[in-house]
């Protein structure tokens, strides 16, 4: 990708295409052209990587590096496109790199975040914020000060109502015993979950673009919509009040059938009828409104109706005692009558969404007074969220037109070259839209280079259908045909062992889920197909080099999992060193914390 972002913008500064056959020519007398590109990558490395790229190729092909004998991989491919003579391109590489580096600052090579913040700024008048704003980074740093702030005010005269309404909410919905939402060590450490962590979970999705999309209307909900804890109560006793009224119910009834059954009956196991009807007592015991549906898929809870009492089991041991099945049998009945009132009642479709909804509304609740906090730390510190850049933007020039855009950067961009597109958001990918589409209705070229398997940045909303849809959507008439050759799906980097086990392995993985996925589970059996249909790449390195092993314990006896693992990992390590290895070719990968440190405390 590196190989061919450098090589798209070197053809775009250094030749002009021809309108009647679409064919690029050199361009000898051209000026300043860098200024007319945009490259957008995704970390700031490898926006430094790209600048030097581009500069070192622009010195070799121009015969300005010092001591550099190597020809530049580019040179036969642009000599062959722009038609022209090797001494014509150096000269116009020449010419090329000295205009850039005197002009560095229009040498427009960034990140997508600091583009957006250069439109920002030029927007700051619409925008109603300072010009001069400190962008804040740390979305979670955020979350957590204002949860902060809001608890610390608990105890003070400053504390909303609503919030001490909330909390106290929290405290009594924990049956766990972690009822403490200010205990922060837990979250702060990564183990287990208390409500605090989980508040923070809820304030975090703040920064989700879904929730930007309708905060405006959940915010004005609030505002103006009728009181959230009267809503609260209100559904609390319509559906609580009525779940515990039939619990209470079953379980009176539960009571005087179990007081009545003989003591031989209790003996009995669960797994016969009469077992179960000694039992169904006890297990009416233990429901309760948090766990209502504990026994509604099992066996244990049968219908106690004149068929369960002629089953011949039952039948044979109450011909014995025919006082007792006087007595028991219409108890059974009520009992099992109220149990199936209880259990109807539960299933209902809104009292399952209540109890769905009941955890989280809390949360809901708080999630107004942190967000107050939020926006005063922003506002004091004059400060702008950095996902919050493209939320702006597409309330301020999305509907605008682009020669206004440009007006006010005070720049015109004719090509843009996006990589890492997998990793683009929707927002950001809408403001980026009316520039991309301005450009190509001029006949201009632009590269957007992505891959929906690597896309790993979904927690900032990150939207790899962007790539794999939305994209070849949009501009339909203007893909490249050749945009998944062999030739451009190339692996320059990785051993050819290792290619051959990544082509094998998430080839036969995509199958698998495939077979394993019903349709209508998050990703479909088309979505995986499509995804991973050009999987298999080509590798440039054609020796036998590279190992790959993949090995899965099982806990046992011996260990958890991960301290099988940390047994293994030492032996791994020396294996690789007597192998011929160093130290500093061997790294150590984990999914959490808490196994990195079992992995140092193991190798120690």
């Not at 996902?387 to 037109?401: A, F, K, Q, V, Y």
């Not at 004719?414 to 990918?429: A, C, K, P, V």
């Not at 990150?462 to 451009?488: G, M, Y």
């Not at 099982?554 to 301290?563: F, H, I, Q």
Request: net charge negative; hydrophobic share 35%; proline share 4%.
């Amino acid at each position: 990708k590196t190989f061919t972002l450098a090589y798209e913008y070197i053809k775009l500064l250094l030749g002009y295409k021809d309108e009647t056959d679409g064919t690029y020519h050199l361009h000898k007398h051209g000026r300043d052209r860098h200024r007319f590109i945009l490259a957008v990558t995704f970390t700031n490395k490898a926006t430094d990587e790209m600048k030097r790229r581009i500069i070192h190729e622009l010195a070799v092909l121009g015969d300005m590096e010092p001591q550099w004998t190597e020809p530049s991989p580019y040179l036969d491919r642009l000599t062959h496109e722009f038609r022209c003579s090797p001494q014509d391109l150096s000269r116009a590489a020449a010419t090329a790199l000295r205009q850039l580096l005197f002009d560095f600052n229009f040498f427009q090579v960034s990140t997508i975040d600091s583009f957006f913040q250069l439109v920002l700024r030029t927007f700051a008048y619409e925008t109603d914020i300072s010009d001069s704003y400190r962008v804040e980074l740390e979305s979670d740093f955020l979350s957590r000060m204002a949860i902060n702030a809001m608890l610390d005010e608990i105890d003070s005269d400053e504390c909303r109502e609503d919030s001490v309404y909330w909390v106290r909410r929290l405290i009594d919905s924990e049956k766990s015993g972690k009822w403490n939402i200010f205990q922060k060590k837990e979250a702060l450490r990564g183990h287990g979950t208390n409500p605090y962590t989980e508040l923070l979970r809820a304030v975090n999705r703040l920064d989700n673009e879904d929730f930007r999309a309708v905060r405006d209307v959940v915010e004005d909900y609030f505002r103006s919509g009728p009181d959230f804890k009267e809503v609260f109560e209100t559904l609390h006793a319509a559906y609580d009040g009525a779940v515990e009224k039939l619990l209470a119910e079953l379980k009176e009834a539960a009571a005087a059938l179990d007081k009545v059954i003989p003591d031989d009956l209790r003996e009995k196991g669960s797994g016969s009828d009469l077992g179960r009807l000694a039992k169904f007592g006890k297990n009416c015991r233990e429901l309760s409104p948090d766990n209502p549906l504990i026994y509604a898929s099992t066996s244990k809870m049968p219908v106690l109706d004149e068929k369960f009492f002629a089953k011949s089991g039952v039948a044979k041991y109450f011909r014995s005692f025919p006082d007792a099945l006087a007595i028991i049998a219409p108890l059974a009945r009520e009992a099992s009558d109220r149990y199936q009132k209880f259990i109807e009642y539960a299933m209902t479709p809104p009292y399952r969404h209540w109890t769905l909804y009941k955890k989280n509304i809390p949360y809901l609740g708080l999630m107004r007074a942190v967000g107050e906090k939020r926006r005063e730390y922003l506002d004091e510190t004059n400060s702008v969220e950095l996902g919050e850049t493209s939320s702006i933007l597409r309330r301020i020039i999305g509907d605008s037109d682009t020669p206004f855009i440009y007006e006010r950067l005070g720049t015109y961009l004719d090509h843009f070259l996006i990589d890492e597109f997998q990793d683009t958001s929707r927002m950001q990918g809408h403001n980026l839209r009316p520039l991309l589409s301005e450009s190509m209705s001029r006949g201009n070229d632009n590269l957007i280079i992505g891959d929906a398997k690597q896309s790993i940045y979904r927690f900032r909303n990150a939207d790899p259908s962007l790539i794999t849809e939305t994209v070849p959507a949009q501009f339909s008439d203007s893909l490249d045909p050749d945009v998944d050759s062999d030739v451009k799906n190339t692996n320059w980097r990785s051993s050819l062992r290792v290619v051959e086990f990544n082509n094998s392995f998430f080839s036969f993985l995509a199958d698998r889920i495939d077979g394993c996925r019903p349709a209508g589970e998050g990703c479909t059996r088309l979505d995986f197909k499509e995804l991973y249909s050009n999987v298999v790449q080509e590798p440039n390195h054609k020796a036998e080099k590279g190992y790959v092993k993949v090995t899965v314990p099982e806990a046992s006896d011996k260990g958890s999992y991960t301290d099988i693992v940390c047994s293994e990992v030492p032996h791994v390590i020396e294996d690789a060193l007597a192998r011929g290895y160093r130290m500093r070719d061997i790294a150590v990968l984990v999914r959490a914390h808490s196994e990195g440190e079992a992995v140092i405390s193991a190798l120690m």
